[in-house]
C-alpha cells in the first residue's frame, strides 16, 4: 500500500467520514474495498458513470469478491439480496449504483416499495450497512447544480442515515471545492486527505499558432516519446481529428475521441489504446473519467484548460505506474480567450474565475509548477526537488 492510501484506510476503518483528494492512480478504489472486505458489512458506492461501475464490479469479480449493482439486477436476483441481507452475516460486501438511483431510493417513503431502499433499511437495522462511498465527489459541485441534480441531493444519505460513515473521494478538487462537497454531503468533522504527485514533469511550450503547436508536438514525440503512450487533449472535436490524422501522416499510431463520436466507436478507439494498438489518443475532455492504464508516458495540452483542476485531473493519467512521465502544455496567450468565448456563451460566471487563474499559472515564470497547483489545491505547497527528473520547466531554469 501507497502511505496515502494507509492514512485514508485508517480513517475509513476508524468510522470517520473522510473527504480524500487523491490523483488519478492514487489509488482510490482500494480506501474502500479494503476497509469493506476486512470489515463485516455492506458499502453503497455512488459512482457516476455506468461503465465505471462495470469496470469496478469485473475488477471486484478478479479478486473473488461478490459485489452487486442496483441498474443491472432483475427483480428475482434483487429479491434474494434483499432477503439475504437480513442475515447479519451477509454474503455480499459492495452494492454499486448512480446517484439517481441512490436518491430515487432515498426519497421513498414506502409509497413504491423501493427495493434499494429496502435493502439498505435492512442492511441499516442488521448493523451492517458501513458507509456511503461518493466517488468522484467533485461532481456534488460541478453537476450538482444543473447537469445530474442528484449530485446536489446526496444530502438525503445523511439525514436518512445519520449515524453511517460517509467517504467522498475525488482525483482533483480545489479549496472551495473542498468546503463545498464537505458541506453538501453533510460531512462531520472529516479527515482531510490533499496529495500532489512528484513523478509528473510539468511545463510549457509556447507556441505561435495551432499549426506550429501541432509540429512542434510532432517533433517531440518522433524525438522523444516513440512507440510510447500518451494523450493528446484538445478543446474542440475538429482539433482532435486534425491532430490525429496530422500524427498518422508521419507514421504514428494516433487517433481521435470525442463526443461526436458513437459509443461503439469510442469503447473500439479506446480498447485499440489500453491494448496498445492505437499509442496516441487525441481527444476532447470526453475522454479520460476511470481510465486505468499504468504506463501512460505523456499527457500533452494542446491549449490552455479551462482551470488548474481540469489540467490536474487530466495530467493525473500519466505515470500511474509512479514512473516518470511528463504533462506539457503548448501555449499561447490567445488561448485564453478562446475559451473566454465558450464561458460567455454558457454565462458560466464561476468558470471565467477559474480560466483567469489558469492563465495566470501559464504566464507565471518564476513560481515552480508544483507550486502552483498545490496552493490551488489547497495544499501545503512544495516545490521540485532539484535533484529529481520530474523538475518543472520552472525550477531547472533557475
Not at 475521441?257 to 487525441?282: F, P
Request: aromatic share 10%; charged share 20%.
Amino acid at each position: 500500500l501507497k502511505p496515502q492510501q494507509q492514512e485514508v484506510m485508517n480513517a475509513v476503518i476508524a468510522g470517520r467520514d473522510c473527504f480524500a483528494v487523491m490523483p488519478t492512480g492514487g489509488g482510490k478504489s482500494a480506501c474502500y474495498f479494503l476497509p469493506g472486505l476486512l470489515q463485516n458489512g455492506v458499502t453503497i458506492v455512488i459512482s457516476p458513470l455506468n461503465a465505471l461501475i462495470y469496470d469496478q464490479i469485473n475488477y471486484l469479480k478478479s479478486l473473488g469478491v461478490i459485489a452487486i449493482v442496483k441498474a443491472i439486477c432483475d427483480d428475482l436476483e434483487f429479491d434474494s439480496i434483499v432477503l439475504d441481507s437480513f442475515s447479519s452475516n451477509t454474503r455480499f460486501s459492495f452494492v454499486f449504483c448512480t446517484p439517481e438511483k441512490l436518491c430515487l431510493a432515498l426519497n421513498d417513503h414506502g409509497t413504491s416499495n423501493n427495493k434499494l431502499k429496502k435493502l439498505m433499511t435492512v442492511l441499516h437495522q442488521n448493523g451492517v450497512l458501513l458507509r456511503f462511498v461518493v466517488d468522484e465527489c467533485h461532481c456534488v459541485v460541478t453537476w450538482g447544480l444543473d447537469f445530474r441534480k442528484d449530485y446536489g441531493r446526496l444530502s438525503l444519505i445523511r439525514t436518512t442515515f445519520p449515524d453511517v460513515q460517509i467517504t467522498a473521494l475525488t482525483g482533483t478538487a480545489t479549496l472551495e471545492m473542498q468546503r463545498d462537497v464537505i458541506a453538501s454531503l453533510c460531512l462531520r468533522n472529516p479527515f482531510i486527505f490533499p496529495c500532489v504527485r512528484a513523478n509528473l514533469k510539468h511545463s510549457l511550450i509556447s507556441k505561435s499558432s495551432f499549426e506550429n503547436g501541432m509540429k512542434i508536438l510532432k517533433d517531440l514525440i518522433l524525438k522523444d516519446f516513440l512507440h510510447q503512450s500518451g494523450i493528446v487533449y484538445c478543446i474542440t472535436k475538429g482539433n482532435c481529428q486534425a491532430i490525429a490524422e496530422f500524427l498518422v501522416s508521419f507514421g504514428l499510431a494516433a487517433s481521435y475521441y470525442h463526443s461526436g463520436l458513437d459509443e461503439a466507436r469510442r469503447n473500439d478507439i479506446q480498447e485499440k489504446w489500453m491494448t496498445g494498438e492505437v499509442q496516441i489518443i487525441c481527444a476532447t475532455i470526453a475522454f479520460g473519467m476511470g481510465i486505468n492504464k499504468p504506463y501512460v508516458r505523456f499527457v500533452f495540452h494542446m491549449s490552455m484548460p479551462k482551470s488548474i483542476d481540469s489540467y490536474y485531473q487530466e495530467c493525473g493519467r500519466a505515470g500511474r505506474d509512479g514512473q516518470l512521465a511528463f504533462c506539457t502544455m503548448f501555449y499561447k496567450f490567445s488561448d485564453y480567450f478562446e475559451q473566454q468565448s465558450l464561458i460567455y456563451y454558457e454565462m458560466q460566471t464561476v468558470e471565467l474565475v477559474n480560466l483567469k487563474k489558469m492563465a495566470t499559472f501559464c504566464e507565471n515564470r518564476t513560481v515552480c509548477r508544483n507550486v502552483g497547483i498545490a496552493s490551488f489545491l489547497a495544499e501545503t505547497p512544495r516545490p521540485c526537488d532539484l535533484h529529481s527528473t520530474a523538475i518543472c520547466d520552472i525550477c531547472a531554469s533557475q
